[in-house]
């Protein structure tokens, strides 16, 4: 509360009214309509910064709520990756046991071996769909989950390395005269689906790296799209906040492994968008300003977008 505030009360509780300097004896009803008038003023601000901040609080709740649950997709999908790839294994290890003492295979064995050979074909099927699912939401996600792209990598790898050893098996067979058209048919594209996978892990590795910021005036900013103006009371309090649906246009890429410096023309800059205390610093030296990034990993999670209002 405010010099002015603690005087208004003391004058109100008197029955005295300033007016431009002047101070006047008033009756009781208007007393009371002042002092009501005061409190008004005087509280009306603090109430829309607290809705404000409840409705940001709420926001923040729905956003970890949706972390939570895709985070528990993520895991799902690689422990049905995990488990395939334990099945594939033992379907190969029964293929092989039953080629490898090089006699004749009757035709129950080979139709035997064909339904090895399809259920691994369904298998290798199956995880390349959820390998493909899970690079396209890592690609749309709004924060990172640590080690998950190194388990998404090492899982890319483990699958190639299993196309190849079916086709080594692919050719075993085919050295005994026995004929596995659905294997066959798989294994003709390996080399063109691990070129393509291989192109769509590094175009995933820039994704999961970008990031962007806007730097402009109110109007500027205002004006693109970006912020809008909300809260306050008689034009009191009003404060910015990042659109919904903002124009990405007016943003700058940058690379959040190798970007960690921004520099900032203009007096007076205020970070509109929502970044963690402590993970960043605002730096002046020989008149100029830029913002250093001293936490990444902190600095992203809650936005890859950032926004930073001059005067």
């Not at 369904?122 to 388990?151: C, H, P, Q, W």
Request: with cysteine; aromatic share 6%.
């Amino acid at each position: 509360m405010n010099n002015l505030t603690l005087i208004g009360q003391k004058l109100f509780r008197n029955g005295i009214c300033m007016v431009n300097g002047l101070i006047i004896q008033t009756p009781a009803r208007f007393t009371v309509l002042a002092a009501f008038i005061l409190f008004a003023v005087a509280c009306g601000p603090q109430q829309q910064d607290v809705e404000r901040l409840e409705q940001e609080n709420e926001e923040l709740r729905t956003r970890i709520e949706q972390n939570a649950e895709n985070v528990e997709t993520y895991f799902s999908d690689l422990n049905e990756i995990e488990n395939n790839l334990r099945l594939i294994k033992e379907r190969e290890s029964i293929i092989t046991g039953r080629t490898s003492d090089g006699v004749e295979l009757g035709q129950n064995q080979q139709d035997r071996i064909n339904e090895d050979i399809k259920l691994i074909g369904d298998l290798m099927e199956k995880n390349r769909v959820l390998i493909a699912n899970l690079n396209s939401r890592l690609r749309n996600a709004d924060t990172r989950i640590a080690g998950f792209e190194s388990t998404i990598e090492r899982l890319n790898k483990t699958i190639e390395e299993k196309e190849i050893e079916i086709s080594l098996l692919r050719d075993q067979l085919a050295n005994m005269n026995f004929q596995v058209d659905m294997l066959t048919a798989k294994v003709d594209t390996l080399e063109q689906e691990a070129r393509e996978k291989s192109r769509l892990l590094q175009q995933q590795t820039i994704e999961l790296n970008t990031a962007y910021y806007a730097i402009g005036s109110r109007k500027e900013l205002t004006d693109n799209r970006v912020i809008s103006r909300e809260g306050g009371f008689l034009g009191i309090g009003r404060t910015e906040r990042m659109k919904a649906d903002f124009n990405h246009d007016f943003f700058t890429r940058i690379d959040i492994t190798r970007d960690f410096e921004i520099t900032i023309i203009g007096d007076r800059p205020q970070i509109i968008s929502t970044h963690p205390d402590g993970s960043y610093q605002m730096k002046t030296e020989d008149g100029e300003r830029w913002l250093e990034i001293t936490n990444p990993e902190a600095f992203w999670s809650a936005s890859r977008y950032l926004v930073i209002q001059i005067r």
